[in-house]
């Protein structure tokens, strides 16, 4: 099994930005789709964005289509996740997640989580 750890969360005002690692270990990052999925107080945990093995082919949802990138680094083991134009609505606590293949936006499918990051953002 793979083993995630998300960095990179804190406290920005609206319209700020930040980016999200997702650090692997244990075994190589390349073997997995990897998925970003968010979680406000009281909501479920949803889908954010994901990228293919190579990187060369990414999902985002449509609330944050064109402010968020989500990208990889294999030969560092990492995936990233950018955010611009932070807003109120995209406080949550974000987590990283692994898969084989299959229909990145269910959460069912992903064989492994990190333990995630708080993102908050003031308005």
């Known amino acids: 099994q793979v083993q995630l750890v998300e960095s990179g969360g804190g406290l920005v005002q609206t319209g700020n930005s930040l980016r999200l690692s997702c650090a692997a270990s244990g075994r190589t990052l390349s073997s997995y789709v990897m998925g970003w999925f968010r979680q406000a107080p009281g909501k479920e945990r949803v889908f954010v964005a994901a990228?293919?093995?190579?990187?060369?082919?990414?999902n985002y949802a449509d609330s944050v289509k064109g402010r968020f990138t989500i990208t990889r680094d294999n030969a560092k083991n990492t995936v990233y996740l950018q955010m611009n134009s932070l807003k109120s609505e995209d406080t949550a606590v974000y987590y990283c997640?692994?898969?084989?293949?299959?229909?990145?936006?269910?959460?069912?499918?992903?064989?492994?989580w990190g333990q995630g990051t708080q993102v908050t953002v003031s308005s």
């Open positions: 990228i293919n093995w190579s990187g060369g082919m990414t």
């Open positions: 997640a692994a898969r084989y293949g299959g229909n990145v936006y269910l959460a069912g499918g992903y064989v492994n």
